[in-house]
C-alpha cells in the first residue's frame, strides 16, 4: 500500500537521532543527512508503513516511561483523588452537636421528624396530612411562641387556597386546587415590619412514602429554626415568614396559592426553598436568582457549610432533569428571587417506602439547620433586603470548594477572566504555530494531525461504548450496574479507555515513527490545552456561568507546563518531571472528579425511574466516555512518553471482557432489598373500572383491570419469573380514539412510559365514587360550543381532552383562560381538594371549523384513591404480596369515564 511521505517535523527529529549515533555524527553542520525511507503518514504521505524502527528510534523507546510505573502511577493518582473526595463528602459538620439555645440543635429538629413521619404518608386531601399533620405543627408553633423572647412577635394562619394555574412542566398541563391547606407563621419585630424572607417546605408526601426526606426533614429544620430564631435576644430588622405548604407533591399548588393569594405574599422580597430528591448527605444549592447577586453573597457570607455550584444551576434549568420545585413558583408567579437547596444523595429510595426518618443522618440535620439559621439570619437583618430591586441585575459564576468556602464573582468578571485564560492560549500557541517553518520543522502539520487523531480517538471510544450498551440493551441486560455501580466503570470505562490508548499507539507506530519522546508528549499536550480552549471559547460565547470549569482546565494545565518545560527539554519524562506534572494538575483533576460525583449521584438513581423508552445503558455509557475523554486528555501524551501500552490494553481489555460476559450472563442483578442500602424497582399498580360512552351518552364499553406501569426500561422482565400471570400476553394497547391512550394517567408522563401491562380484574366498587356529568351544552354567540362539566370524588383527579378533526379547544375555565397542550397533542388537567371541598365545576369551549364533524371532542376524567380504606381492593393486595422484595410497588384504585361530543 502506497503512503506519503513522514511529515517534516517527524523526519527532523529522526534524523538529528540517526546524525548522534551513527559514525562521523561530529561532521560539520552544514552536511545534509542522507536520505530515509518514506513512513506513514495518516495525514497523506507516502512510504513503507511495515519498516522497523532504526536504532534511534529504539533508543528514544528505551529512555522512555515505564509502562507499568505509568500506568500504577496514574491509577493510584486518580483514586487518590477520588478517596479526597469522598472524604470531603463524607465531611458534613465541623463541630459537634448544638448546647446552647442560641444555636440550632439537630436533636430537637430530628424529634420533629420523627413524629411527622410516624403519622405514615401524607397525601394531599387525606386526613394524614391535612388533619393529623397541620394539628401537629400547630401544637408545636403554640409552644415555640410561648417559649418566644418578647423582643419578637408571632403570627399564625392556616390558608386553604382555590385557584388554577398552568405550567410547562412534562411536557405541559393545567392545574386546579380546591382548599388545600398552608400553614404559614410570621416571625417580625415587635413593632412589625414591611419587608420579609420566606422559608419554604412542604409536609404533604407522596402515596405510599412516608417522605421523610422529601419534605418532613425540612419542615423539622424550619420548625428548630424558628425555635431559634424567635428565643434569640438580637432583634430582626424584617420578618421572617414561614411557610408549612400541604401540596406540593400536586405539583406545586400550595406554593401558588399563598404566592397568588395570601395577604403577607406581598411582604416577601426573597426566599429559600427547601428540597429533596435524594436521602440525606449534604443539601446542595442548585438555584439561586434569577440574576440577584446579592443573594449569592448572602449565602456566601453566611453559610456554614457551604455546598453549592452554579454547574447544578444550569444543568437543573436545562431541562435535563425531569423535576422541579416551589422555586419555579416563586420565581414565575411572585417575581422573587430566591436560593433552592435540597439533599441530592441516595436517590435510589426517593419517594418509596424506604423514605424513613433513621436514614438520615443527625449531621445532615445539622448542616442544614446550621446553614439555613445563618442565611435566614443575615437576610433577615440585611439591609439589601428592602431595596432588592436595586440589586437585581447580573449573574454569579459561585462553585464551593470542597465545602470549605465558596468562590463567587460576576459573570461579567468571569467572562474577562476567560478572555484572558484564551488570549494565554493563543499566544502560547501561536507562538508555536507561527515560527518560521525551518525552525518549526512543519509543527503546525503534526499538530492538526494529532488533533483529528484526539478527536478521532473519542469519537470512536464513544462509539464503541454505544455499541456495547445497545447491545446490552437488546439482550434485556440494561441496569445492570444500577446495584453494582463499579461494573459501569469496568464495562463502559474500561471500554472508552482502551479505544483512546488503541488509536494513539497506532499512530505513534504508524505516523509518528522514531519521533521523540519530547516532540510527541509537547505535540499532544498542546492539542489537549487547544480542546478545552475551544471549549472555554464556546461556554464563553453562549454566557454559560460554567464556563469557569473549562477556565480552570486550560489555565492550571499551562502554568504548569510553562514551569516542567525547561526540567523536561533537558531530562526528558523522568520522575521529577512526572511528579511535577501530576502536582499541577490536581486542581483540576480534584475538581473534576468532585462535579462527576455529582453527576452519578443524581443522575445514576434518576435512570431507575426515567420511564420505558430512554435506554439508561446508552445514557450512562455516553456520560462515561464523556468523563473518560475529559479525564483522558492530559494523560494522551503519557501514551507516548511510555516504552510500550501493551500490557495495559491487554489488562483494561481483560477487565472489559471479563464483565461483558458476566452481564450477559445476568450475573449482576439490577435491584436490592438490602435493608442497609436498598434499590428497589419500581411498580406502579392501578385498579381502574373504566366506561367508554358513544355520542348518544351510551356506555359502550366496559372493563376493568389492574394497570401495571414499570417506570424503568426493564418493563416487567424480571417480574415474570415471580409473578407469571404478569406477562406480555396482557401487554396494554392504546385506545387511539381515546385521549391519553384511554389510561388514568396521574401526571401526564405517558410519553415517558409507552409500556404497560392491563391484567383483568372485578370492578373497583369505592364507598365514594366519583361523579361526572354534563351539566350543560350551549352554543356561544361567537358559534363556539361551550360544554359545562361537574365532578365529584376524591382528592386527586385527572380531566383529559382531545379534539378531533375540525375542532379546537379555543378557551376554558383553568388558569388564564388559554388551554395548554400536552405531548402529543391532548389536553391534560391535574385536580386536587382538600377536604370538605365543593363539587368541581368548570366549562370548555370547544371552536367547530368544519360543519358538523362527525365528532367534536372527546373527554375524560379518572377519580384516584391514595389514601383511606377507598385506595385498597382485595386484588391489588393480594398481588402486591407476590411481588418480591426488591420492588416498590406503589398501588392505589381508580375509575375512569369517557364521554365523546359531536356539534348537535
Known sequence: MEWGSESAAVRRHRVGGERRDRPGAGSPPGRQAPEQEPLVDACGGGGAGTRKRSAAGSRAARTGLSEARAALGLAFYLLALRALVQLSLQ?????????????????????????????????????????????????????????????????????????????????????????????????????????????????DSVANSPGASDDAV??????????????????????????????????????????????????????????????????????????????????????????????????????????????????????IPGIDLAFIENGYIYHTKYDTADRILTDSIQRAGDNILAVLKYLATSDMLTAAADYRHGNMVFFDVFGLFVIAYPSRVGSIINCMVVMAVVLYLGKKLLQPKHKTANYTKDFFCGLGITLISWFTSLVTVLIIAVFISLIGQSLSWYNHFYVSVCLYGTAAVVKIIFIHTLAKKLYYVNASDQYLGDIFFDISLCVHCGFLTALTYRGLCSAFISAVWVAFPLLTKLCVHKDFKQHGARGKFVAFYLLGMFIPYLYAFYLIWAVFEMFTPILGRSGS??????????????????????????????????????????????????????????????????????????????????????????????????????????????????????RAHCEED????????????????????????????????????????????WDSIKLTFEATGPSHMSFYVRTHKGSILSQWSFGNGTPVTSKGGDYFVFYSHGLQASAWQFWIEVQ?????????????????????????????????????????PSAWKDQMAYLVFSVS
Open 738 to 781: 381515546a385521549p391519553l391512550c384511554g389510561f388514568p394517567w396521574y401526571l401526564p408522563v405517558h410519553f415517558l412510559i409507552r409500556k404497560n401491562w392491563y391484567l383483568p380484574a372485578p370492578e373497583v366498587s369505592p364507598r365514594d365514587p366519583a361523579n361526572f356529568r354534563l351539566v350543560s351544552k350551549e352554543q356561544t354567540p
Open 848 to 888: 367547530v371549523l368544519e360543519e358538523q364533524p362527525e365528532r367534536m371532542v372527546t373527554v375524560a376524567i379518572a377519580a384516584h384513591y391514595f389514601s383511606g380504606e377507598d385506595k385498597r381492593s382485595s386484588q391489588l393486595d393480594a398481588l402486591k404480596e407476590k411481588f418480591p422484595d426488591w420492588t416498590f
Open 613 to 730: 423508552e430512554i435506554p439508561p445503558d446508552v445514557v450512562l455509557a455516553s456520560i462515561l466516555a464523556g468523563c473518560t475523554m475529559i479525564l483522558s486528555s492530559y494523560f494522551i501524551n503519557f501514551i507516548y512518553l511510555a516504552k510500550s501500552t501493551k500490557r495495559t490494553m491487554l489488562t483494561l481489555t481483560l477487565v472489559c471482557m471479563v464483565t461483558f460476559l458476566l452481564v450477559c450472563s445476568g450475573t449482576f442483578f439490577p435491584y436490592s432489598s438490602n435493608p442497609a442500602s436498598p434499590k428497589p424497582k419500581r411498580v406502579f399498580l392501578q385498579h381502574v373500572t373504566r366506561t367508554f360512552h358513544d355520542l348518544d351518552g351510551n356506555a359502550v364499553k366496559r372493563d376493568s383491570g389492574i394497570w401495571i406501569n414499570g417506570f424503568d426500561y426493564t418493563g416487567i422482565s424480571h417480574i415474570t419469573p415471580h409473578i407469571p400471570e404478569i406477562n406480555d400476553t396482557i
Open 218 to 335: 425540612s419542615c423539622s429544620v424550619m420548625l428548630e429554626v424558628l425555635r431559634v430564631l424567635s428565643t434569640s435576644s438580637e432583634a430582626l430588622h424584617h420578618a421572617v415568614i414561614f411557610l408549612f405548604n400541604g401540596a406540593e407533591e400536586n405539583v406545586l399548588q400550595a406554593s401558588h396559592g399563598f404566592i397568588t393569594q395570601h395577604p403577607w405574599a406581598s411582604l416577601i422580597r426573597a426566599f429559600i426553598n427547601l428540597e429533596a430528591a435524594g436521602v440525606g448527605g449534604k443539601e446542595l444549592v442548585f438555584q439561586i436568582g434569577p440574576e440577584n447577586p446579592w443573594l449569592v453573597q448572602a449565602y456566601v457570607s453566611a453559610a456554614k457549610h457551604p455546598f453549592a455550584s452554579v454547574v447544578a444551576q444550569e444543568v437543573f434549568q436545562s431541562g435535563i432533569i425531569p423535576s422541579d420545585t416551589d422555586f419555579r413558583i416563586y420565581r414565575d408567579f411572585g417575581n
Open 91 to 203: 465531611q458534613l459538620v465541623l463541630r459537634g452537636a448544638a448546647e446552647d439555645h442560641a444555636e440550632f440543635d439537630a436533636r430537637q429538629a430530628r424529634d420533629y421528624l420523627e413524629h411527622i413521619t410516624s403519622i405514615g404518608p401524607r397525601t394531599t386531601g387525606s386526613p394524614e396530612n391535612e388533619i393529623l399533620t397541620v394539628r401537629y405543627l400547630l401544637e408545636q408553633i403554640k409552644l415555640i411562641e410561648v417559649q418566644s423572647n418578647s423582643l419578637h412577635k408571632i403570627s399564625v394562619n392556616v390558608q386553604r387556597p382555590t385557584g388554577s394555574f398552568s405550567i410547562d412542566f412534562l411536557g405541559g398541563f393545567t392545574s386546579y386546587y380546591d382548599n388545600i391547606t398552608n400553614v404559614v407563621v410570621k416571625l417580625e419585630p415587635r413593632g412589625g415590619a414591611r419587608h420579609a424572607v420566606l422559608a419554604n417546605c412542604h409536609f
